[in-house]
């Protein structure tokens, strides 16, 4: 399962200082219109007892990437908010990074959907698919 994304070097996630988003390894691979990518740097301090990365950052990593995406889509006086996500968990992640693939699946007024695939990079190996639901949310 070799992962055709092109890449540039990736660049440490942007955050505000000293968010805990800051402290792990997220870094940036692609931020366009179409796709966003995201990379979380396995260690051993963020792996569960097998030595995989933890799930639930599996699952923080799918909702940034896809977050992410789903704000260019809610227009310039819109918010959005995760309002359901399904992770189904294919293969452990052992080596890393594991690399999120945001792409968009209907942007609507009232909700936007986002797919999401992760890869074990260093396994060239595919590990998990998620389908997000966001609520589009006015600010004013």
Do not use: C, W
């Not at 792990?24 to 979380?40: G, M, Q, T």
């Amino acid at each position: 399962m070799t992962d055709n994304t092109e890449v540039a070097a990736p660049r440490p996630m942007t955050t505000t200082r000293d968010h805990l988003f800051g402290k792990l390894p997220f870094f940036d691979v692609v931020d366009s219109d179409e796709r966003v990518v995201i990379d979380l740097h396995n260690r051993p301090d963020l792996t569960n007892i097998r030595g995989a990365l933890q799930g639930g950052l599996v699952a923080t990593l799918i909702d940034i990437a896809a977050g992410r995406l789903a704000v260019k889509y809610a227009g310039d006086l819109a918010a959005a908010a995760t309002a359901d996500m399904t992770v189904h968990y294919l293969a452990p992640i052992m080596r890393g990074p594991a690399r999120a693939t945001a792409t968009l699946v209907r942007a609507g007024r009232r909700s936007i959907v986002v797919a999401v695939d992760v890869v074990d990079v260093g396994a060239d190996r595919h590990a998990a698919r998620a389908t997000l639901s966001f609520a589009v949310l006015s600010v004013s």
